[in-house]
């Protein structure tokens, strides 16, 4: 008599998704190694799903793109509607409940009032990762690879605790994330002799090391190292980051070519291409890093655009414009947006070899009425009509 | 959390270098981890926070000849000195803490000796596996782009690199052949001996360790003892870097680490904030530098 016994197995449980824009983010696939074709497919999938995300979260956010109705296709990204970064000066654009948003961090304050940018852990987390794949454009100075393992970062910024919730001070200190940090602005100070004693003893402990911070704080590095007979023979083991720009010094800013150069005297470089530029703002959840050609790369969750700045039409690409961008990684508010930088994308694929559209930032724009009447219209949609003063 | 060093010893005198954290409480169920192939106890940070934060006493380890702080170089990596160490830190913690049983949390490469560990010994009253490497052959072969094991021993480098880090394949390979480490149904026979209840975690995307492998593993063993697998969708084998999947990873481990003696029932996990994890990472390296006696280095990382 033979008996039916069952088969054991092991029971099986599904977890929730990882998030199509994570995939890319933490994936081990490099995002600036995607065909054009297919970035453009993705990134219009993203964007789609993104401006139906924040419609469905964020109230003000709903009303502003009303009937807009995001659809497949090459147009939709262009005609996503986006918002002036002046609205994070006026209003709180979260797209999660206050419970989830960790801190709301500043813009620095150049001029005038300051931007304020929600973020969760979430959207924090995908910055870093950003920063992580904006890395990769440095290979084969630096491998990611090797990030936790044997770089050392000479920060020339303050520390987490001392940066608070000014963006860019907190974004740089996040690279700690992925490679031991340590931080010479203290107490407001930019510690010079601090920071070339610590890029002496690293390189003499056989590290990596990066050298990352704002152009003006670098300059006075190196104008420091040069005139204490402190120069050093970093060959291939210094990659240099700057971001952030001149900002208050702009009076003292140089050309990039020649801060390449200096820092490559002083700092003893095997190449030009040691040190490179990033960009990003409070508004933007990710990072675009310079390649070998220092030009500017897009990761493929961002849709980057110029806009003709009295129509806030798409311009063609090499057409100086308005750069708008629709950032998907930030779920904790809807990055859909307007800066106030004038710019170009970069017409033909960058000789570097890796994809993704490319820009030049050229200028910030000044302020005008016209551009505030706008603002105001738009303000309106965000906020409500009865709620708008004036 | 508080942490301290803590040193056991192998069955051959070697030194095991152990990070023993707990939090407010000293008291609570034992929980060993091991990190991945190429990463250090450090690297177990979040893990174990949230372990701690959730009542746990952990216990972080580097393997002999391995990176980290216990004995021996990664150039000598074998899985039985993988086992070994395993050996020796559940010896320690069931001689220091007043429990007879402790959980083994194993990531990748170290699952494998992990579940020959529970195999033999009763002191494991759980096993939970994270991008458990299962079919060690298959995952070499991706992760080095080569073959190794059907190349003849007299035909293998002197070294193979693997994130940086300088490996000698041959008593890697003399080891996994006189020990049974490198294929699907080695583990599988060593899955069939362990009574205690085996939970694997794995991404469906894992190219270096394939979902197939372990719920087949899982399933032909799944008469001896509670098997279960929790399938992430979309992620990769390195699930250590996806900070977007932490949280999700670390909930799903510490319910399944703890069970729920600890958890109380409809109790969620408590999960760290990512800037506590942030700042864990940057004291842990820290840590880690001081103990090494200098900076981190390939070696010494």
Same mark, same amino acid.
């Given at each position: ?139 084969? %100075? ?24 000014? %963006? ?25 002799? #601090? ?28 104008? %420091? ?18 971001? /952030? ?58 849709? #980057?655009? #110029? ?84 | ?21 707990? /939090? ?43 990176? /980290? ?75 080095? /782009?080569?073959?190794?094991?059907? %190349? ?150």
């Amino acid at each position: 008599m033979s008996a039916f016994v069952a088969e054991v197995t092991a029971r099986v449980h599904q977890l929730d998704e990882v998030a199509p824009v994570d995939r890319i983010i933490f994936g081990r696939a490099n995002p600036f190694a995607i065909a054009k074709r297919d970035e453009m497919a993705l990134t219009s999938a993203l964007v789609a799903d993104y401006v139906r995300w924040h419609r469905d979260h964020n109230v003000g956010f709903g009303r502003f793109v009303g009937r807009f109705e995001p659809a497949d296709g090459d147009d939709l990204v262009a005609s996503v509607p986006v918002f002036p970064i002046d609205l994070f000066k006026q209003l709180d654009l979260a797209s999660v409940p206050n419970a989830e948003v960790v801190r709301r961090f500043r813009s620095s304050g150049t001029s005038g009032t300051v931007s304020v940018v929600p973020r969760d852990d979430v959207t924090l987390a995908r910055f870093a990762g950003s920063m992580r794949v904006g890395l990769r454009l440095l290979e084969p %100075w630096l491998s990611t690879d090797e990030l936790d393992i044997n770089v050392e970062v000479v920060s020339l910024t303050a520390s987490p605790q001392e940066a608070g919730d000014i %963006w860019f001070s907190y974004a740089m200190a996040l690279g700690r994330a992925f490679a031991s940090s340590e931080f010479l602005v203290q107490g407001g100070v930019f510690l010079a002799e #601090a920071a070339a004693d610590a890029i002496a003893r690293h390189l003499a402990n056989g590290a990596l090391v990066g050298v990352v911070g704002p152009p003006a704080l670098l300059m006075d590095l190196l104008t %420091w190292m040069g005139a204490n007979g402190r120069r050093v023979r970093g060959r291939d083991r210094i990659v240099v980051l700057t971001g /952030g720009g001149w900002k208050r010094r702009i009076g003292e800013a140089v050309e990039p070519d020649e801060l390449r150069r200096e820092a490559a005297r002083v700092l003893g470089l095997d190449s030009l291409e040691q040190v490179r530029d990033c960009f990003s703002q409070v508004e933007l959840n990710s990072v675009f890093v310079e390649c070998a050609q220092h030009r500017k790369h897009v990761p493929p969750w961002v849709h #980057a655009l #110029a806009r003709s700045p009295a129509t806030l039409a798409p311009v063609a690409p090499g057409t100086m414009g308005l750069l708008a961008y629709i950032d998907t990684s930030a779920r904790s508010y809807p990055c859909c947006i307007i800066s106030d930088d004038f710019g170009a994308i970069d017409p033909e694929p960058c000789p570097c070899g890796a994809t993704g559209t490319t820009l030049r930032i050229t200028r910030r724009v000044a302020r005008s009425t016209g551009s505030e009447g706008c603002a105001l219209k738009i303000q309106h949609a965000l906020q409500g009509p009865e709620e708008v003063d004036g | 959390m508080e942490t301290e060093r803590l040193d056991a010893t192998t069955a051959d005198g070697r030194r095991v270098a152990v990070w023993r954290s707990h /939090g407010a409480y000293a008291a609570g169920p034992v929980i060993l981890l091991a990190p991945g192939f190429c990463r250090t106890m450090r690297h177990m940070g979040a893990v174990a926070l949230t372990l701690v934060q959730n009542g746990a006493v952990v216990y972080r380890f580097d393997p002999i000849d391995h990176i /980290g702080l216990s004995e021996g170089d990664v150039r000598n990596f074998t899985l039985t000195g993988v086992a070994a160490s395993f050996d020796a830190v559940v010896d320690l913690a069931v001689a220091r803490e007043p429990v007879d049983q402790v959980v083994i949390l194993a990531v990748s490469l170290p699952a494998r000796p992990a579940i020959r560990v529970a195999s033999r010994t009763a002191k494991v009253t759980r096993l939970v596996l994270l991008a458990a490497v299962v079919d060690v052959r298959h995952t070499l072969e991706a992760a080095l /782009g080569k073959d190794y094991a059907s %190349w003849a021993r007299t035909d293998l480098p002197a070294e193979v690199a693997f994130e940086r880090h300088l490996i000698d394949p041959r008593p890697l390979w003399d080891d996994a052949y006189a020990n049974q480490w490198a294929d699907l149904d080695g583990t599988i026979r060593d899955l069939c001996s362990v009574e205690c209840p085996v939970v694997a975690v794995h991404a469906t995307d894992d190219e270096w360790s394939r979902l197939d492998d372990v719920q087949h593993s899982l399933d032909r063993s799944a008469a001896v003892g509670p098997r279960d697998l929790y399938q992430l969708p979309f992620a990769e084998h390195d699930l250590g870097g996806n900070l977007s999947a932490m949280p999700l990873v670390l909930r799903q481990l510490t319910l399944s680490a703890l069970e729920s003696p600890t958890l109380e029932t409809g109790a969620d996990v408590v999960l760290p904030e990512l800037e506590q994890v942030i700042e864990l990472r940057s004291e842990e390296r820290l840590r880690m530098a001081g103990e090494a006696g200098g900076v981190l280095t390939r070696s010494g990382s």
